[in-house]
């Protein structure tokens, strides 16, 4: 997998997951699920910021955002 593809997908996944975290807090539940999807989306990032050779900057985040809707819709 691409790191920037991995980049993306985790940072969609710990977006998705803060929502539903509060949500399950709000209706008094525990958030198992989004949970999961945090730390799962938490370990794409860390992967994809390990796997690219120096790392990846914070510059770099929308060029890749860029880069995997291009590769997408293409």
Known sequence: MNTDIALVTGLV???LSI???FSAF???????VAAVLLVVGG?????AMHGKPGGIRLEEIPAAVVRVVAMVLN
């Open 43 to 47: 370990g794409m990032v860390v992967w």
């Open 19 to 21: 929502p539903a975290i």
């Open 13 to 15: 996944m710990v977006v």
């Open 26 to 32: 709000s209706e008094g539940r525990a958030p198992r």
